[in-house]
């Protein structure tokens, strides 16, 4: 399946991507036949590091990953700094819930994070014409979020354009929708957004408000809620409805009994580890989207995490 296309078996295309972290995990992105980068996690930058990467030091790996990919486009999202990720030679403060508080694109909007996300802007800027270059801001709650972030990518792609630095004219800004403010207001973000990423793995701690790495409560973690099944639902739909790609860059987009599903809604593009890209590729060249009606029908009229499992699982 490795050089095969990724088309249902009533002739339908869409995206398999894979996640990297670094700029050598490309070639396991080419080896399994990937055909794109659907989520570049640049924080591991700043994480294996001594001090901020500079503007020229994140030029060179962004330029590997995006000549790495030979054209294919590449997501880059922004650094998610924050967390359970935190560096030593910046100064965060104490949070008692540091999921909820300064952290992703919240610093990078801040007085605190403008040099630093300015620099990584700048970067990405430069090496936008080795590729086919999309950058994504994670953790948007807010329009005006959104619009800063923005704001900035349209600052520093004019001064470097003043200064007769080379940019690709075709970027595609877009933005992660994990946090459920956004989920809800995907038909406003959708009119400005070039595309939307469903990070799914956020996305289920918040609306279920739970601490996916807390056992006594790992049974409200999962991506088969319900309420969880109908944000993403509803994320889809109204990316569908805005004529923007939509894709999906948390575990779920790998989760074979998931996969059907956001098939028939519509998702445009599945990113998951390079290792998962074969097998998924075979369901999708296997199924008939037009046959999944009434499986999805049933699915979303169940009331519970575990009659959706059951069901998923008699069915694949």
Known sequence: MKDAKTVTADGKHFELAANIGTPKDVEGVNDN???AVGLYRTEFLYMDSQDFPTEDEQYEAYKAVLEGMNGKPV???????????????????????????????????????DAMFR?????????????????????VALLKEFRAAKAVFDEEKANLLDEGVAVADNIQVGI?????AAAMLADQFAKEVDFFSIGT???????????????????????????????????????????????MCGEAAADPKLIPLLLYWGLDEFS????????????????????????????????????VRAFLEERC
């Open 33 to 35: 036949g990937a055909e």
């Open 75 to 113: 997501v880059v999202r922004t650094m998610d700094i924050g967390g359970d990720k935190e560096l030593p030679y910046f100064d965060m403060p104490h949070e008692m819930n540091p999921f909820l508080g300064f952290r992703a694109l919240r610093i990078s909007i801040s007085e605190t994070g």
């Open 119 to 139: 620099t990584q802007i700048r970067a990405l800027l430069r090496a936008s014409v080795h590729g086919q270059l999309r950058i994504m801001f994670p953790m």
């Open 176 to 180: 992660m929708i994990e946090i459920p």
């Open 201 to 247: 793995n956020d996305l289920i701690q918040y609306t279920m408000s739970v601490d996916r790495g807390n056992d006594k409560v790992s049974y409200l973690y999962s991506a088969y809620n319900p309420a969880v099944l109908r944000a993403i639902k509803h994320i889809i739909s109204e990316a569908k409805k805005a004529g923007i790609q939509v894709g």
């Open 272 to 307: 998951m580890s390079a290792s998962y890209v074969l097998k998924s590729r075979k369901l999708v060249t296997d199924t008939d989207i037009q046959s999944l009606k009434d499986m999805e029908e049933a699915v979303m009229a169940l009331e519970s995490e575990s009659k």
